[in-house]
């Protein structure tokens, strides 16, 4: 169960990081002509990846078509790059993003496809593949100084120490417990009013112990679906490398999904608010 833990920690860390690095970039560059292939957009690869991205938030130009800004700073934006692999049985594939300076800022997870026509198994691979780069939340933040040229180091900036922040505690409200029925008699409102929180406290603790909804997992590729008793697709999930934790899509979002004692937990961003689902699931 530690290590479960330690892996969720390591997966949330590096994904806040990676958020980070995201948002510092306007452009994504995708090319007409990916390395392995003859032709171009061939199986549909390129104009597939570009209307992803452009799904996701980014503005995505093909490298013959960039505007204006992003010509003159190719650092603006990351250039995509697809690494494929096909067979007679499967194709499999993952999305790097690159720098301006061919560093590699982030690998997708791979997605595999026993799709005999190309274009079908090349579309349902990197849309597996993609699955993990959608789990980011994404809002372009505009970095000051980005390097124009490749190759050129950014200054840090000085670092300021921020004065001590206090936060005054809230003085508890007292509540009067095991009242007798002559104090109950002589002051009925203040009584009311007093052990309102014990009544707050009571609902709360019923609404968390409710039973969480139970879903049925039938197995797609790479994953499953969570399907309830009617039955309704309501969430399909993507293996990772680490046990128990799958990478989560539904028409609320996207996110990670993890298993804590006995119960799942969907968790996912909207509107850069954290959201948090439990259930239980039925393999």
Not at 79 to 95: D, E, G, P, R, Y
Not at 214 to 242: C, E, F, H, W
Request: proline share 6%.
């Amino acid at each position: 169960m530690k290590n479960i833990f330690s892996c969720l920690f390591l997966v949330f860390t590096f994904s806040y990081g990676l958020q980070a690095q995201l948002n510092d970039y306007k452009y994504i560059i995708v090319p007409k002509i990916f390395k392995g292939f003859k032709d171009e957009n061939q199986y549909k690869t390129s104009t597939l990846l570009k209307h992803l991205f452009t799904k996701k938030g980014f503005e995505a130009y093909y490298e013959d078509e960039l505007p204006s800004d992003l010509n003159a700073n190719r650092c603006l934006g990351l250039l995509v790059q697809l690494n494929h692999k096909t067979s007679m049985f499967l194709t499999k594939a993952s999305i790097t993003l690159e720098d301006c300076n061919s560093n590699e800022i982030y690998t997708s997870l791979e997605g595999r496809s026993k799709e005999k026509d190309y274009i079908s198994s090349y579309k349902e691979s990197i849309e597996l593949a993609f699955a993990s780069i959608s789990a980011l939340p994404y809002t372009y933040n505009p970095v000051q100084n980005k390097s124009v040229t490749a190759n050129a180091t950014i200054p840090k900036a000085e670092e300021k120490s921020a004065p001590p922040v206090t936060t005054a505690e809230p003085t508890p409200i007292p509540v009067k417990e095991n009242l007798k029925q002559s104090e109950i008699a002589a002051n009925p409102k203040t009584v009311a009013v007093e052990n309102t929180a014990v009544a707050a406290a009571t609902l709360s603790t019923l609404t968390e112990t409710s039973a969480p909804p139970v879903l049925y997992a039938q197995q797609i590729p790479n994953g499953y679906q969570l399907v309830d008793s009617t039955p309704k697709i309501r969430l399909k999930i993507y293996s990772t490398s680490v046990p128990e934790v799958y990478i989560g899509a539904n028409d609320k979002g996207n996110g990670i999904v993890y298993k804590r004692g006995s119960q799942w937990y969907f968790e996912y961003y909207v509107s850069d608010k954290l959201e948090v689902e439990e259930f239980a699931i039925k393999f």
